[in-house]
């Protein structure tokens, strides 16, 4: 299996549908989506989560969002998702995976999380937004 590859924002849209009723906004026609085990690799490899986390200047938005940009810029992932949950009132990711099947990230601790077993108050789903 590649590293990457490249998939277009249809494909993508389809594959978090299940996290509706979550607004969806998909900023590009294609995506480089990654294997599992690149995305571990890569996710990994960073230090976000080595990062003290401040209130309101250096939080889970914040960490989210670093992620984020530092998935697509070093290592070429760009079917990574920022969330911003409202109803749990946190943030996190979300990865589309070539597989098909989507996880939920947390930045600040470096764990994968399954959607079928989420802590549902910390990843509740039920109301904002994901940027990909």
């Known amino acids: 299996m590649a590293d990457l590859v490249v998939k277009d924002a249809a494909w993508v ?7 509706w009723p979550l607004q ?6 294609k995506y480089q989506v990654p294997s599992l085990d690149y995305f571990l690799g890569a996710a990994l490899a960073d230090l976000i989560d080595q990062k003290p986390y401040v209130p309101e200047f250096m939080d889970c938005d914040d960490f989210a969002l670093w992620f984020k940009a530092i998935c ?7 079917s990574v998702g920022l969330v911003r949950d409202y109803s749990s009132k946190h943030g996190y990711n979300v990865v589309v995976f070539q597989a098909g099947n989507i996880m939920l990230w947390e930045p600040q601790t470096d764990s ?9 108050k910390r990843y509740s789903l039920k109301f904002g937004r994901i940027l990909v």
């Not at 969806?24 to 026609?29: I, R, S």
């Not at 697509?72 to 760009?78: E, F, L, N």
């Not at 994968?112 to 549902?120: A, C, E, G, P, W």
């Open 24 to 29: 969806l906004e998909l900023v590009d026609a």
């Open 13 to 19: 849209f389809l594959k978090l549908r299940p996290l």
């Open 72 to 78: 697509s810029i070093t290592y070429g992932i760009t």
């Open 112 to 120: 994968l999380v399954f959607l079928s077993s989420r802590n549902r």
